[in-house]
């Protein structure tokens, strides 16, 4: 019984410094995606800024247009539409 034990208690000593040794390894690479994450973040994050301010400015440009006389009223409405 205790050489089963003794066995498996060996085993798992074996597997526990693998893994121990991989993550060690693996740093770097762990490192890197992180910071690339991070960057991806903050990309995604202007862009959307950047998207709201021009969908902004594109709202002003249709409710102009809207707003006027004549056959522009009606490209007006379109660009609403476009914005929704």
């Known amino acids: ?10 085993a798992l000593g074996g ?6 040794g991989d993550m ?3 740093y770097p690479i762990w ?5 690339k ?3 991806l973040q903050s990309q995604l994050r202007a862009t959307a800024g ?3 301010a021009f969908l ?3 709202q002003k440009v249709a409710d102009l ?15 609403t539409r476009i914005c929704m």
């Open 65 to 79: 247009a809207t707003n006027s006389r004549g056959g522009t009223r009606d490209i007006g409405s379109a660009l």
């Open 15 to 20: 597997l526990f410094q693998t893994v121990i």
């Open 50 to 52: 950047a998207v709201a």
């Open 31 to 35: 490192e890197d995606f992180i910071t």
């Open 24 to 26: 060690k390894s693996s």
């Open 1 to 10: 019984m205790e050489a089963v034990i003794e066995k498996e208690c060996s």
């Open 56 to 58: 902004d400015s594109f």
């Open 37 to 39: 994450a991070g960057k």
